[in-house]
């Protein structure tokens, strides 16, 4: 699996965070495992968008450095980049 962590400096409304993880769904559907956003802070936040194949998270990063801001949701553009997720735990 690989995953495209998104940093999120900028966060003060969450609706634009929740369409773009929709987007991915749709976009990647066949390769597409989860998303995941969480708050660092009131205003920060982090998502992780994980994918089957590294071709995919790295179409998805591509595509994320060069799509602009929403009102509400700043990306962290260094942040965007495909990696291999090494590990992953179940309940």
């Not at 929740?18 to 749709?26: E, G, T």
């Not at 390769?31 to 994980?50: E, H, K, P, T």
């Not at 602009?68 to 553009?77: C, F, S």
Request: charged share 15%.
């Amino acid at each position: 699996m690989y995953a495209v962590p998104i940093g999120l400096p900028s966060l003060t409304k969450p609706r634009p965070t929740l369409v773009l993880i929709r987007s991915c769904h749709d976009l990647w559907l066949a390769d597409f495992v989860a998303g995941y956003w969480m708050a660092r802070s009131a205003n920060q936040g982090l998502a992780m968008i994980v994918f089957n194949l590294e071709e995919a998270a790295q179409d998805f990063a591509d595509l994320l450095k060069t799509v602009p801001d929403t009102p509400g949701v700043m990306l962290d553009r260094e942040s965007i980049g495909a990696t291999g997720v090494l590990a992953s735990s179940l309940a």
